[in-house]
């Protein structure tokens, strides 16, 4: 089915993802996406990322299936993650306990889930599907909270041409490290489906791009930079499924300026030497693009920077 998703608007110090060939459907939102933000936790967080369900979809009580992805980027071998807590609604907020899932248990790939869970006769509306990802290296936790419709679909408001343009859908993500709350990047919503092997359909997910240098707000010199990251496509069966990463000065859409190109190698990790020309001063955006060599799809990355000297406070009256 056609999925649909909100492309983020930056705000200072936040990172976009957005995936590019993925068809764009337009529905009312069953509850509100929160504002996406960087993961601030030393080492990085834990990722986690539901390829099934995706924002809007519409599910049937009973049986259903999960995939998804889930890895610390902290683990020397492994997904790192100990379990994944499959929620109807906030586990805080009285959410119903689904399931759980452990990365590579069900599939060839170390990183991705797939388990059967069950959903309840009594649940029916606008409901959030939440996945929970311990990590067993640092015990850091990230969830991903996916906006979705349990029963009939609902039926569509008429629309006449003063009614407002409804807004797209968008999951949200959120991590912890050392009992803090802090946010982390929403990946890129869910793109076509393939069949799994129960039958249910399921999600192909889009490629997990996630830039660790630099970050957002980071001030970098004129020169040589190294940027550094990890990228990967969930369905491949082995190696990353990534064909390259392209860096630019700006979207490359609105005449940014190529900074170079690279492979991930082992454990999906990529590290790209950029030269940031001595004409490039101020604020400007870092973007990263990594596509698959499997299904064609692109997955985008806007770090927020300061090319140049950093800027100097406004002076405040005394």
């Known amino acids: 089915m056609n999925r649909s998703f909100l492309n983020g608007r930056r705000a200072a110090g936040l990172v976009t993802l957005v995936l590019v060939g993925a068809s764009v459907a337009m529905m009312a939102s069953p509850s509100a996406a929160e504002p ?32 998804g992805v889930a890895f610390d980027p902290a683990a020397s071998q492994g997904a790192g993650i100990d379990r994944v807590d499959l929620f109807l609604g906030d586990r805080d907020n009285g959410g119903v306990f689904l399931g759980e899932a452990t990365p590579g248990q069900n599939s060839g790939n170390p990183r991705s889930f797939e388990t059967k869970i069950t959903l309840p006769s009594t649940a029916n509306g606008g409901r959030d599907f939440v996945a929970y990802a311990y990590s067993s290296v640092t015990a850091g936790q990230s969830s991903e909270s996916v906006p979705v419709f349990v029963g009939a679909a609902p039926t569509p408001t008429p629309t006449s041409s003063n009614a407002p343009t409804p807004v797209a859908l968008s999951s949200t993500t959120h991590s912890t490290c050392g009992g803090t709350v802090v946010s982390a990047p929403a990946p890129a919503p869910a793109a076509a489906s ?13 490629p997990v791009l996630q830039l660790s240098n630099p970050n957002p707000g980071d001030v970098l010199s004129n020169g040589d930079v190294i940027i550094n990251g990890v990228a990967f496509d969930p369905s491949a069966s082995q190696g990353g499924g990534i064909d390259r990463v392209e860096l630019f000065l700006d979207s490359r859409d609105e005449g940014g300026q190529p900074l170079g190109s690279g492979v ?13 020309p001595s004409s490039a001063n101020g604020g400007h955006n870092l973007v990263a693009y990594a596509r698959s060599s499997i299904t064609g799809q692109e997955t985008v990355q806007s770090v927020p920077v300061f090319v140049g000297a950093a800027p100097t406070p406004t002076p405040r009256p005394k």
Do not use: E, M, R
């Not at 393939?194 to 889009?206: I, L, M, R, T």
């Open 36 to 67: 996406l933000a960087v993961v601030t936790c030393p080492g990085g967080a834990p990722v986690v990322q539901l390829a099934n369900p995706g924002p809007g979809d519409v599910l049937s009580q009973g049986d259903y299936i999960v995939s």
């Open 194 to 206: 393939q069949a799994a092997s129960s039958g249910v359909s399921v999600a192909h997910a889009a």
């Open 264 to 276: 991930p190698g082992a454990s999906n990790v990529f590290s790209i030497k950029a030269t940031l």
